[in-house]
């Protein structure tokens, strides 16, 4: 059974267009994340929501919009998509957050979006 | 804000070598974490460590919290080619959010 899933797996579009990625997890876990990994393996949060509330909001550009339907998925919306965004966005969860242990997080098998 | 700096950034060593990476915090962490992520794949938990002073094994896998609770590092024993993968440590301030160091890529050549 696959803890935290992500769809799609590869994603490859054109500048302008609009694109989403959807994470689900079946960990029951409160906490879901997405991070966004560089071409230099750096990996830096920029959501997290918290039993569907939102609890971290990073500087990221607001074409990014995240949106939590329920406790167990946690979807990404991007518009108007640049090559800059060119990256693997990584889906994650665990059962507590910063203010509740435990914390390890679980991440999806990430999905590679090229822009071209 | 906080930060965590991890290094070296890269290393390449010899089959049967040991391998250290470090991490500095620039604040009192509550806790640290490690992760590993194979070439392609995604990040995995290897270990979480939050007394002053801790140190874990995992096989040939050590991990030590400093006293101050500001560093860590992960010492891999007598490298094998399945050590190959990019660690990461991630610290978390007290009440604060989990930030990631910038990994550290180990190659091994057999």
């Known amino acids: 059974d696959t803890a935290v899933s992500q769809t799609p797996k590869y994603l490859v579009t054109q500048m302008g267009n609009d694109k989403s990625i959807k994470c689900e997890q079946n960990?029951?876990?409160?906490?879901m994340y997405w991070y966004k990994q560089d071409s230099k393996k750096f990996l830096k949060i920029m959501f997290s929501?918290?039993?569907?509330?939102?609890?971290i909001n990073e500087t990221v550009p607001n074409r990014f919009s995240p949106k939590s339907p329920d406790k167990a998925h946690l979807n990404l919306h991007i518009n108007s998509l640049e090559l800059g965004d060119s990256a693997v966005y990584f889906c994650?969860?665990?059962?507590?957050?910063?203010?509740?242990?435990?914390?390890?997080?679980?991440f999806g098998p990430g999905t590679r979006l090229t822009v071209t | 804000g906080q930060q965590v700096m991890q290094i070296p950034q890269y290393q390449h060593v010899q089959e049967g070598e040991d391998f250290t990476t470090y991490c500095n915090s620039s604040?009192?962490?509550?806790?640290i974490q490690w992760y590993k992520q194979r070439p392609g794949g995604h990040p995995v938990f290897l270990i979480q460590?939050?007394?002053?002073?801790e140190v874990k094994k995992q096989k040939r896998l050590t991990f030590q919290f400093g006293e101050a609770k500001k560093n860590s590092s992960l010492h891999i024993t007598a490298t094998q080619t399945t050590d190959v993968g990019t660690y990461f440590c991630a610290g978390m301030e007290y009440g604060n959010k989990l930030v990631f160091g910038a990994g550290t890529i180990l190659r091994v050549k057999s």
């Open positions: 960990l029951g876990h409160d906490t």
């Open positions: 994650a969860s665990s059962q507590g957050t910063f203010w509740a242990s435990p914390y390890e997080q679980y």
């Open positions: 929501y918290n039993n569907k509330e939102l609890i």
């Open positions: 460590l939050v007394k002053s002073g």
């Open positions: 604040t009192t962490l509550s806790n």
